[in-house]
């Protein structure tokens, strides 16, 4: 449960948005989209307590985000460049639970089996021994989601989760974060490009338009007006004979 009241988003002296206003429920997959630049990172940063919001109140499940907050897991933008290229898949996911701290820190038998139950969990068992660099996208996507998973947080945050990668792979990422929405009852807010690959699982999206952040129900959203409003430029919303839903450049 993530709720915003009245807030606005500021990185130096620039307001990016305001009046976001809005409740997402438990339990929801939420897309979060924009144009490049429209603060959709920082209201990721805002949730996890990174950064305070310029004005009003945000809460997660109740609470003014805190940095450190177990409760959240988090997948950043770019996630397999900053990770580095030549540690192994399973350090990775390890740091998830020992925090972002190299060196001689012991770790338990119990630690290992939990970074093992995950890797198997996001279907990364067959390669936590690799090295990122050896891994596909889709495989890192997988570390990424292990990491971010390993502390059995409650909400899960994706930035671009999709990016760089082919269709059956985005497909493939999706049905994963979908099952463990499902399984687990995490909450799991993504910021993407195109909502195509999620429409069938999405609940809702918050959308940064125009200098402010709303939220609204996936049937509210997917809408040709506000997609093309939102992307500057037309956009078709088509419903198939079997009635699936995507939409496309007019
Ligand atoms: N560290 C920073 N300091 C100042 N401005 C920043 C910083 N990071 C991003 N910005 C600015 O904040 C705005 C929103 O950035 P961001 O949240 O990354 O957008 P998005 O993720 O939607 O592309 C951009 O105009 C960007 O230039
Ligand atoms: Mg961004």
Known sequence: MLELDNVS??????????????????????????????????????????????????????????????????????????????????????????????????????????VDQVLAEVGAGGFGDRRMSQLSGGQQQRVAIAQALVGNPRMLLLDEPLANLDVRNQQEIVDLLSRINTERGIDILLVVHDLNPLLSVLDGAIYLLDGHAHHDNVNEVVSEELLT??????????????????????
């Open 9 to 114: 988003a500021v990185r130096g002296a620039t307001t990016i948005w305001s009046d976001g206003t809005f409740a997402v429920p438990s339990g929801s997959i939420t897309g979060v989209i924009g144009p490049n630049g429209s603060g959709k990172t920082t209201l990721l940063l805002m949730i996890l307590g990174l950064l305070r919001p310029g004005s009003g109140k945000i809460t997660v499940f109740g609470q003014v985000p805190k940095r450190g907050n177990t409760r959240i897991g988090y997948v950043p933008q770019n996630y397999a460049s900053i990770a580095g290229e030549s540690i192994r898949a399973r350090d990775l996911v390890l740091l998830g639970l020992t925090g972002a701290t190299y060196g001689l820190r012991r770790t338990s038998r119990e630690q290992h089996a939990r």
């Open 229 to 250: 409003h939102l992307y500057g430029t037309a956009i078709k919303v088509v419903r198939t004979p079997q009635g699936d839903l995507f939409t496309r450049s007019a």
